[in-house]
C-alpha cells in the first residue's frame, strides 16, 4: 500500500533556510502536497505540484520533486517563528484518498 | 470564501455512546473527506463523498458511518464508542469533478476534538 515518511523533528535558526524532506510509494500519484499544522487547528494547504513537474516555487516555498526517487521536498527561506508547526507531506491515490506522512515539527529558535 | 466549517469544535462523550460530527464544505465544493488524527496513527482516511455517494473508504470498522446531504453538507457517526476512538477528526473538501479521478487539493476545517472517557 502508500506509504509516505518523513523524518520527525527539524531545528533551524531564524531567518535560515528550512529544509523538509518526504519519500512516498505511490509512484501513480498526480498530485503531491505539503500542509502546515499548528497547535489547535486543521490543516493549512501550504502549496502542491503536479507529478509531472520538478519545482515549485511559491513566495518563500520551494517545493522540488524527484519522482525517479520518489523524494519530495519542502524548502523554506529565510524561516520565521511563525513558521513553527508540524508539516505534513502527503500523495494521493486517486478520488481523495490522500495519504499523509507523519508530520515534520519544525522548531524555529529565535 | 467561508472555509470548511467543523461541529462542534469538542465534544466529550463515554464508552458505549453515539456521536454525530458535522461539516460545511466550502461553497462550491462537491466533494468532502473525512480523517481520523491520533498521536500514534497519525493522520487516516475514514471516507469520502461526492453528490451524496461514499466513492471511497478506508479500513475503519462498520461502527464508523457517513452521509452526505444534497446541499455537499456532510455528517458523521461513530456508534458505541471506545476510548481508542479519542482522536481529532477532520474535515476537509474539494472542488474534485466526478469526472475526472486526478484529485484537487483538500482544504481542511479546524476539526472536531471527540474525548471518549
Known amino acids: 500500500g502508500e506509504d509516505v515518511e518523513q523524518s520527525l523533528f527539524l531545528s533551524v535558526r531564524e531567518g535560515d533556510s528550512s529544509v523538509i524532506n518526504c519519500t512516498y510509494t505511490?509512484?501513480?500519484?498526480?498530485?503531491l502536497y505539503w500542509y502546515k499544522q499548528e497547535p489547535g487547528a486543521g490543516l493549512q494547504l501550504l502549496t502542491y505540484?503536479?507529478?509531472?513537474?520538478d519545482m515549485k516555487q511559491d513566495q518563500r516555498l520551494t517545493v522540488l520533486l524527484n519522482k525517479k526517487d520518489k523524494h519530495l521536498s519542502l524548502r523554506i527561506a529565510d524561516t520565521q517563528t511563525g513558521d513553527s508547526a508540524i508539516y505534513f507531506c502527503?500523495?494521493?491515490?486517486?478520488?481523495?484518498?490522500?495519504?499523509f506522512g507523519t508530520g515534520t515539527k519544525l522548531q524555529v529558535i529565535p | 470564501k467561508a472555509g470548511v466549517t467543523q461541529t462542534p469544535r469538542y465534544l466529550i462523550k463515554t464508552r458505549g455512546q453515539q456521536v454525530t460530527l458535522s461539516c460545511s464544505p466550502i461553497?462550491?465544493?462537491?466533494?468532502v473527506s473525512w480523517y481520523q488524527q491520533t498521536p500514534g496513527q497519525g493522520l487516516q482516511f475514514l471516507f469520502e463523498?461526492?453528490?451524496?455517494?461514499?466513492?471511497n473508504k478506508g479500513n475503519f470498522p462498520g461502527r464508523f458511518s457517513g452521509r452526505q446531504f444534497s446541499n455537499s453538507r456532510s455528517e458523521m457517526n461513530v456508534s458505541t464508542l471506545e476510548l481508542g476512538d479519542s482522536a481529532l477528526y477532520l474535515c476537509?473538501?474539494?472542488?474534485?469533478?466526478?469526472?475526472?479521478?486526478?484529485?484537487?487539493?483538500?482544504?481542511f476545517g479546524n476539526g472536531t476534538r471527540l474525548t471518549v472517557t
Open positions: 476537509a473538501s474539494s472542488g474534485q469533478e466526478s469526472s475526472n479521478r486526478n484529485n484537487s487539493p483538500l482544504h
Open positions: 505511490d509512484s501513480s500519484s498526480t498530485y
Open positions: 505540484i503536479f507529478s509531472n513537474m
Open positions: 502527503a500523495e494521493t491515490g486517486g478520488y481523495q484518498k490522500v495519504t
Open positions: 461553497s462550491g465544493h462537491r466533494s
Open positions: 463523498y461526492f453528490s451524496e455517494t461514499q466513492r
